[in-house]
């Protein structure tokens, strides 16, 4: 199995968090670390810092969309 050895360059400092590049660890820092999530899923409670994430949480695991 190679899947797994592929690593992500970027690591965060602040958490355990690690990206492939660079403008995707910073948009981490700026929008994510550290910060309590914006979004959170009414059906099973999981949060989100993107909306993105979140619509797309809702819609292929609970079926609906917003
Ligand atoms: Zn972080
Ligand atoms: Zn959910």
Redesign the pocket.
């Known amino acids: 199995m190679l899947a797994h050895i592929f690593r992500k360059p970027y690591p965060c400092s602040k958490c355990n968090r690690s990206y492939t590049n660079k403008s995707t660890l910073n948009r981490h820092l700026r929008e994510e670390c550290g910060k309590m999530p914006q979004y959170m899923?009414r059906?099973?409670h999981?949060a989100f810092h993107q909306r993105s994430n979140f619509q797309r949480?809702?819609w292929t695991?609970?079926g609906y969309v917003l």
Do not use: G, T
Request: charge should be positive.
């Open positions: 899923c059906y099973c999981k949480h809702v695991v609970h």
